[in-house]
């Protein structure tokens, strides 16, 4: 896989529902953020709490809690581990790098809870945020790292079950079944953009921009690695006989594109496979 790609994951139905249920069995709030640090799941029963609800409120603003989020997700990202770590309102979250194919995909944040009794001073003064906090579910040092194994078997059946991926290679792997489908016939970058339900140009930048890519080469590509296919099994056909397998009416256009792309002639490969 290309590496330092910006791709989100796509969660299954039942990876939504493993979190819903851990969620709901456990009490804290379960969150799948993207590589880029996109929010892309919570777990339906347990949002934002309400005593992070009052501290954003009364002492400073989401925007806080946010940029400590991306902190520890780039030194997740960094450690190649689970992070666990007390956030400035005094609970602890820990959060977990989902890798798919060894690279880091995005991440899951398991959070909201606390670890004895001990709220912030600056908010101990405050009633209202003291019988939240007591609320919270309590987990002493020794529970939360019993939670982190628990998180990281989670995690590791998500990816061995294949229930993440990649949305970019979704997509590529969606227009690599088009051109394989349809190499051998004429067909344009038009076509495989609506069977891709995508518009020509947002195709375009997707190949180009996650892919460094375009339609035009990944069907040149496909059509020339066909060729050598057939040649491999039929070192007898010619090189007019190949285009035209291969969707090219004009032999001297595919030969053009075969030494182009490949920095060789057609007839040095098939020769190449006769001598053998």
């Known amino acids: 896989m290309t590496k330092n790609i910006s791709l989100d ?5 039942e990876v939504c529902r493993l979190l819903d249920c851990f969620a709901s069995t456990m009490k804290i709030q379960v969150v799948f953020y993207s590589r880029s640090g996109e929010v892309l799941r919570r777990g339906r029963s347990f949002g934002n709490s309400r005593y992070c609800t009052l501290m954003q409120e009364k002492f400073f603003g989401i925007s806080r809690c946010i940029e400590l989020d991306n902190k520890m997700q780039k030194l997740c990202k960094k450690e190649d581990r689970a992070v666990l770590y007390r ?14 194919l060894g690279e880091v995909a995005g991440f899951v944040m398991f959070g909201q809870f606390r670890a004895g009794d001990e709220i912030p001073d600056f908010a101990a003064a405050e009633q209202e945020l003291v019988e939240a906090f ?5 987990f ?3 529970g939360a790292e019993s939670l982190k194994d628990m998180i990281n078997m989670l995690i590791g059946y998500i990816v061995d079950k294949e229930l993440v991926s990649y949305s970019g290679s ?3 792997q969606t227009l690599r079944y088009f051109i394989n489908e349809n190499f051998n016939k004429p067909v344009s970058l038009n076509q495989a ?8 140009s947002s195709l375009t ?3 180009r921009d996650n892919h460094h890519t375009s339609f035009k080469q990944l069907l040149i590509e496909k059509r020339l690695s066909h060729a ?9 056909l010619s090189v007019a006989e190949t285009a035209a397998m291969v969707g090219y009416d004009d032999p001297h256009y595919f030969s053009r594109l075969y030494r182009k792309n490949r920095k060789r002639t057609a007839k040095s490969f098939i020769d190449s496979l006769r001598i053998r």
Do not use: T
């Open 87 to 100: 956030c400035h309102a005094g609970l602890y979250e820990l959060i977990a790098p989902v890798k798919v």
């Open 134 to 138: 007591a609320q919270l579910p309590d």
């Open 228 to 236: 050598e296919k057939l040649w491999r099994e039929n070192p007898g």
């Open 9 to 13: 994951l796509l969660l299954s139905d």
């Open 193 to 200: 953009a609506k069977f891709m339900h995508m518009s020509e």
């Open 205 to 207: 930048h997707f190949l």
């Open 170 to 172: 979704m997509k590529l």
């Open 140 to 142: 002493d040092i020794d």
